[in-house]
T-cell receptor, first 112, second 110 residues
């Protein structure tokens, strides 16, 4: 059973646009929501993360928006660049054992 | 500082062959993980080790075995490879707030 649903599966955006990737979860026992970025041929790496007591977090051009009542969170990339082209994974951490539950990933392409 | 190191980077096996994927981390983390990544399916957990001397099954353990040799090393063994095990395999180690991944092993079973 997929506890974290991520959409879309792929996304193509023009340079300068604002790609938005969405995730929804079902388990209320999650206490931490990270996003990971993966470039081709590399392992995923932590990009930005948020806790459920905060509705928004910004780090540079990357913003997480969190809606606790809707059990949804999303990643926005401002002023997107071709170098942002990568696969993005959302995840949720279970507060009982700290295991990460992963979304299926979004392949993002930023066209020059 | 190397972080998480996986070997080999690429491997081609014939059906029925066995092999061991090696993973080592130099960050003194207790928790280590093996994932497989397939197109459209994200990262699926095969096995994990919460601490030295313990291992537990993840979402897709069938056909795999693991060994937590010491705090640094966590290996994944395929006893009898099948084409369904063609995938990219990632090892990771973790602290509470962040997972650190190796560069992956691309395995093809023909």
């Amino acid at each position: 059973q997929q506890q974290v649903k991520q959409s879309p599966q792929s996304l193509i955006v023009q340079k300068g646009g604002i790609p938005i990737i969405n995730c929804a979860y079902e388990n209320t026992a999650f206490d931490y929501f990270p996003w990971y970025q993966q470039f081709p041929g590399k392992g995923p790496a932590l990009l930005i993360a948020i806790r459920p007591d905060v509705s928004e977090k910004k780090e540079g051009r990357f913003t997480i928006s969190f809606n606790k009542s809707a059990k949804q969170f999303s990643l926005h990339i401002m002023d997107s660049q071709p170098g942002d082209s990568a696969t993005y994974f959302c995840a949720a951490r279970e507060n009982s054992n700290y295991q990460l539950i992963w979304g299926a990933g979004t392949k993002l392409i930023i066209k020059p | 500082n190397a972080g998480v190191t996986q070997t080999p980077k690429f491997q081609v096996l014939k059906t029925g062959q066995s092999m061991t994927l090696q993973c080592a981390q130099d960050m003194n983390h207790n928790s280590m993980y093996w994932y497989r990544q397939d197109p459209g399916m994200g990262l699926r957990l095969i096995y994990y080790s919460a601490s030295e001397g313990t291992t537990d099954k993840g979402e897709v353990p069938n056909g795999y075995n693991v060994s937590r040799l010491n705090k640094r090393e966590f290996s994944l063994r395929l006893e009898s490879a099948a084409p369904s095990q063609t995938s990219v395999y990632f090892c990771a180690s973790r602290i509470i707030t962040e997972a650190f991944f190796g560069q992956g092993t691309r395995l093809t079973v023909v």
